[in-house]
């Protein structure tokens, strides 16, 4: 079963930043918080991931709280391409199988 | 383009029958990932192969088998087809331990597999 708690769905604005949250509150020291998405039915991307700092990339900024039982993926100028389900894993690292669990279904509104 | 290749995109075929679904992995990868996606179970893990062994079993039928071959592509099969066992396919890649990425699994396309 999968390890993390997300809303089932988000709606943002265009251009707006989405926040999206993710509870792991059973965590453990040594695993992973990972992000991927699936746009529509397309195979999931990977977005980030992050072990207890706070981590930026290209796509999106990953915010981990200091207790490590929650977290927060934040795509700061979302576009419609957005649009897609988004997953929060928690893993021992991203050689080991995941498990995904139903995801937060975002819809970027123009 | 994540370097994954799956073929066939979509397959039709009916109950009792038997198929067989290709993925070649990123270049330089090792590990590959089966996955199975249906309306009802969500994103599933089913297989993982490293460099030609098997490292890790998930929810996988015992009608399903997969293997990884020396050229480290893999084939994922699946017989006495189900209703139930339409679903998209997913592959996985993800590099050795130490080099960069390697915390990254990247995935295919998928294969639409329908049974009828």
């Known amino acids: 079963d999968a390890k993390t708690t997300q809303p089932p769905s988000m709606d943002c604005a265009e251009g707006r930043a989405a926040n999206l949250p993710c509870n792991h509150s059973t965590i453990s020291g040594n695993e992973y918080v990972y992000w991927y998405r699936q746009i529509h039915s397309q195979g999931p991307q990977y977005i980030i991931h992050?072990?207890?700092n706070n981590e930026t990339n290209e796509m999106a900024s990953l915010i981990i709280t200091e207790d490590r039982k929650s977290s927060t993926l934040i795509l700061p100028h979302a576009t419609l391409r957005d649009t897609a389900v988004y997953y929060c894993i928690v893993s021992l690292s991203g050689n080991t199988p995941l498990v995904f669990g139903k995801g937060t279904r975002l819809s970027v509104i123009a | 383009d994540s370097g994954v290749t799956q073929t066939p995109k979509h397959l039709i075929t009916a109950t009792g029958q038997r198929v067989t679904l290709r993925c070649s992995p990123r270049s330089g990868d090792l590990s590959v990932y089966w996955y199975q996606q249906s309306l009802d179970q969500g994103l599933q893990f089913l297989i993982q192969?490293?460099?030609?062994?098997?490292?890790a079993k998930g929810n996988i039928l015992e009608r399903f088998s997969a293997q990884q071959f020396p050229d480290l592509h893999s084939e994922l099969n699946l017989s006495s087809l189900e209703l139930g066992d339409s679903a998209l396919y997913f592959c996985?890649?993800?590099?050795?331990?130490?080099?960069?990425?390697?915390?990254?699994?990247?995935f295919g396309a998928g294969t639409r597999l329908s049974v009828l």
């Open positions: 192969y490293y460099n030609g062994e098997e490292r």
């Open positions: 996985a890649s993800s590099a050795l331990p130490g080099s960069p990425n390697q915390d990254i699994q990247y």
């Open positions: 992050g072990l207890k």
